[in-house]
């Protein structure tokens, strides 16, 4: 540990030697640092001038950045309006008081297993009667206001078969709801509250939305009320047979704005503070992966709900799928699918159901839709909007491609049977 030290010294003392014994050589170092030194000095100056120039001439932006990302290291990734606050806060504060917590129960009766009816079991057991067996389900989800008398849009699956529906205001009010009617098909719901003067919802465009615009999701996750989650549009026109509830005939917007169970009939909002969809579904076991109803088609069911109590859906009675050459190519070199397909974009018909409307037109396995009423159908989405939008009784112009030839067949729309889960 002591080597260094001594090495030092060491130096030092033979320096101060060959300095004593000569001053020549000293002359030369002295001149040598002089040099040195100049050529240091103009090079520091040549420096501060080229740094000065160039950050106050050809960035001028980078420095005053810079500063602030080091007085402010932690930025919000959401803008900032005036008062520093970001666009949430607004949004919240408004829509907030119209989202509601929904509490529903239904009573649940289990049937007697049939050995405990078996004689030999009832002597055994002294003929004692088992009497049914009775539960209470419960459930909770969320809801908003869409019209100031009471009248609030919810999921079907969040009070279907309820005996009793409780709807909670954010404000601790408390009502009694009365089901308007429930759509399994699309998972619509309306609740009826007596009550008036109730704080609402603004209606957006969801038919306009596009992917990376601002989403935010408000509701009751978990029992945890008035949540607010935020993220963006992921996607839109996802089919239901994409999500996996292949029952539900709805395009869903995706969005990666947490939501959880109890989130279910709540808004999802754009950064204006409209509603564009009702949180409904999500993927277990993904993250960043939540889906919700367009609020077009959920305004269009609830209008028939609110009118009939119930819904009636056009119905073709096709299962379908959309064409790419690549799905083209291994459909035709799979010689147990049946089929030849010779288009390469479309809506491929994989199967129609037996005296659908389809079938009663003619249209086949194998057929490519490319158009209905005139309207491109370049995927299955389309072909699910156009048909869905459409009137029970309604006839339906579909241009198909068959075996390399187009024609056109007429198909009268007819009311799709809930009992049955093909599209």
């Known amino acids: 540990m002591h080597t260094q030290p001594q090495d030092v010294n060491k130096v030092s003392a033979e320096s101060n030697t060959v300095e004593l014994k000569s001053s020549k050589p000293n002359f030369y170092w002295k001149q040598s640092v002089s040099y ?19 950050s106050h001439a050809s960035m001028p932006q980078t420095r005053p950045a810079l500063a602030q990302a080091i007085a402010s290291p932690v930025q919000s990734r959401l803008p900032l ?3 520093g606050s970001n666009f949430v806060t607004p949004v919240v504060e408004s829509v907030g008081p119209a989202v509601v917590r929904i509490d529903a129960s239904k009573t649940v009766t289990s049937e007697v297993p049939e050995v405990f ?10 003929g004692v009667p088992v009497p049914p067996q009775r539960q209470v389900q419960r459930g909770s989800g969320s809801g908003f206001i869409i019209n100031s008398n009471g009248q609030i849009l919810t999921n079907a699956h969040v009070v279907a078969g309820a005996d009793e529906v409780r709807v909670t205001l954010k404000d601790g009010r408390s009502f009694k709801g009365r089901v308007l009617g429930t759509d399994p098909v699309t998972d619509v719901a309306v609740v009826k509250i007596e009550a008036q003067n109730l704080p609402v919802v603004r209606v957006g465009d969801s038919e306009k939305l596009q992917p990376g615009e601002w989403a935010i999701a408000i ?10 989650t935020v993220g963006i549009i992921s996607a839109t026109g996802r089919l239901s047979s994409q999500v996996g509830i292949p029952d539900k005939r709805v395009s869903f917007i995706q969005t990666d704005a947490a939501i959880n169970p109890g989130n279910s009939g709540g808004p999802l909002l754009n950064a204006a503070g409209e509603v564009i969809g009702m949180n409904t579904a999500i993927i277990n076991g993904a993250q960043g992966l939540g889906f919700a109803i367009p609020i077009a088609t959920a305004q269009r069911i609830a209008d028939q709900l609110i009118a009939s109590g119930k819904v009636q859906h056009p119905y073709l009675g096709v299962q379908m799928v959309t064409l790419s050459p690549e799905l083209k190519q291994e459909i035709n070199s799979n010689p147990n699918s049946g089929l030849t397909v010779n288009e390469d974009k479309g809506v ?13 037109a003619g249209l086949r396995a194998g057929d490519v839709i490319k158009k209905i009423n005139g309207t491109p159908t370049l995927d299955a989405s389309t072909v699910q909007q156009v048909v869905e939008k459409g009137q029970v ?3 339906l112009s579909v241009e198909l491609g068959r075996n ?12 799709f049977p809930v009992e049955q889960q093909e599209p």
Request: glycine share 10%.
């Open 36 to 54: 040195l030194s100049t050529m240091l000095l103009g090079a520091a100056i040549a420096w501060s001038g080229s740094y000065y120039f160039f």
């Open 81 to 83: 309006s005036a008062d």
């Open 117 to 126: 009816n078996d004689p030999f079991f009832r002597e055994f057991f002294g």
């Open 219 to 228: 509701g009751n996750p978990l029992g945890l009320d008035n949540t607010v």
């Open 348 to 360: 491929l018909v994989v199967r129609v159901m037996p005296n659908s409307p389809a079938a009663k």
């Open 393 to 395: 009784g309604s006839k």
């Open 404 to 415: 390399g030839q187009s024609l056109t067949v007429a198909v009268q729309a007819a009311t």
